[in-house]
């Protein structure tokens, strides 16, 4: 196969520009960002952790983190109007700061989401083999046999993408649709249900602390709705439609996961959760109906998992694209096969994906390698936003009216409080998970330097 640029439409000294075809509504942007925010997959898997540390406090920090979010998500509509590019966050740092500083924002984003494929598809082998288990009674789930099934997701997902974006939206948008109805029909359930003995709902609240952990375990739980800037060129209307896609998918999934999370915490205890924190989704499907409802819920935790891993694959795959454009990566990665696919990306990252779950396998637990992974995603997202933020700081510290009230005010205020939460996060963790961020970021420094040079065809201040 040979790759090379295709559909050119401007450029830098008439050098030609590879752009992706166009083949997004509205729509498939809406359901997009809810797909790749997966709200049956984020409750299963960060449900049981947020909960331990926020306790009947869990749906205000819930609350909290949208309400950062829809900061960001403003300032993200913002810079997508003005500059809609498949670099999105790495994009517009650079416009704002230039080379080095567009170069780290794309070490952030990598690491941050090669963190987030393997956090997406880990809890995709496990729930595989419960399901498989309630059909096969014996089938046990291990380290490997999740690993190597999580990997198998990740390689049927970089199939479906490498057909082609519309294939892959299609089926994610069906499948959020899916799950948001099973979501609903289980919240109903769990409201109608009489209230547990001893339920979490009635519980103290917890110390500040306890609830700015639950915060920050909130920026993983509703993260992905960024995807749909990341298709900003295959895109229609694309100076407006990925802006509100993204935030309409964003307010929709939190106020889905907010009802929820309110429903299942009545029917739940503190020790039930922490008995079931990698599994509590599972755990509430039997408190509120056994074992037809266990199995409805894992079949809709999968569901969720597989459109949130396909979409996690799409805004790695566009990121990669637009950094090799820019010269950031390797010039491969921003070429078009004959189809005006980013065919290189999307086969190198499957193959990167699939060798994380194997390594995930040599972790001695699942809990304690999804962990593990779970603290570097939520701090590096946390990391990427904020700078995103500060780009539009940057970008729009001279306007006036609604542009300087969300292109500067809104994204400060984010910045703030992302900076607070991701700070006492850090500093309550262990200390091996606090050095390997340290040396990760700082490596982000060395790859700043090696890469920078690049030039970017994006315009500049």
Excluded: K
């Amino acid at each position: 196969m040979v790759w090379g640029p295709h559909a050119t439409r401007g450029g830098r000294g008439g050098r030609a520009v590879a752009h992706l075809n166009r083949v997004l509504s509205f729509g498939d942007l809406l359901l997009l960002a809810a797909a790749s925010i997966g709200p049956a997959f984020s409750l299963a898997t960060t449900f049981g952790p947020m909960e331990a540390a926020g306790g009947s406090a869990t749906p205000l920090a819930l609350l909290l983190v949208t309400l950062i979010m829809v900061c960001v998500a403003l300032a993200y509509r913002r810079l997508g109007a003005r500059y809609p590019n498949a670099g999105s966050a790495y994009t517009w740092v650079r416009i704002a700061f230039g080379a080095h500083a567009g170069a780290y924002a794309a070490w952030v984003l990598i690491v941050a989401n090669l963190f987030a494929i393997v956090a997406t598809a880990l809890p995709a082998g496990i729930y595989t083999l419960a399901l498989l288990g309630f059909l096969v009674p014996g089938i046990a789930s291990t380290p490997l046999a999740d690993g190597l099934v999580g990997a198998a997701w990740v390689l049927g997902a970089g199939t479906l993408l490498y057909r082609g974006l519309r294939p892959t939206s299609r089926l994610a948008n069906a499948l959020a649709i899916a799950e948001l109805i099973v979501l609903a029909v289980a919240a109903g359930a769990a409201l109608l249900h009489a209230p547990v003995r001893d339920a979490v709902t009635a519980a103290p609240p917890p110390a500040a602390g306890g609830l700015v952990g639950a915060i920050a375990i909130g920026i993983w739980m509703i993260d992905g709705w960024e995807v749909s800037a990341s298709t900003a060129e295959e895109a229609y209307h694309a100076e407006t439609a990925p802006g509100a896609g993204g935030l309409a998918g964003l307010l929709l999934t939190a106020a889905v996961l907010w009802l929820c999370m309110s429903a299942f915490l009545r029917v739940g205890t503190p020790g039930g959760f922490a008995g079931n924190e990698g599994d509590a989704m599972a755990y509430v499907g039997a408190a509120i109906g056994g074992g037809p409802w266990r199995i409805a819920i894992t079949a809709t935790v999968l569901v969720s998992l597989a459109a949130a891993l396909q979409t996690t694959l799409v805004y790695l795959t566009r990121s990669f694209f637009a950094m090799g454009r820019d010269g950031v990566l390797p010039q491969r990665f921003g070429a078009l096969d004959a189809r005006e696919q980013p065919a290189f990306a999307i086969v190198l990252l499957t193959a990167v994906g699939v060798a994380g779950l194997v390594a995930s396998a040599f972790f001695p637990s699942v809990r304690a390698a999804f962990d593990f992974i779970l603290s570097g995603a939520t701090v590096f997202l946390g990391v990427l936003f904020m700078l995103s933020a500060a780009a539009a700081v940057r970008i729009f510290a001279h306007a006036r009216g609604g542009t300087w009230r969300d292109g500067v005010v809104l994204p400060a205020l984010a910045i703030l409080a992302l900076a607070a939460v991701l700070a006492v996060s850090v500093a309550q963790g262990d200390r091996p998970t606090q050095l390997f961020l340290l040396a990760t970021a700082l490596a982000g420094f060395g790859f700043a330097w090696w890469r920078a040079p690049g030039r970017s065809s994006a315009p500049q201040l």
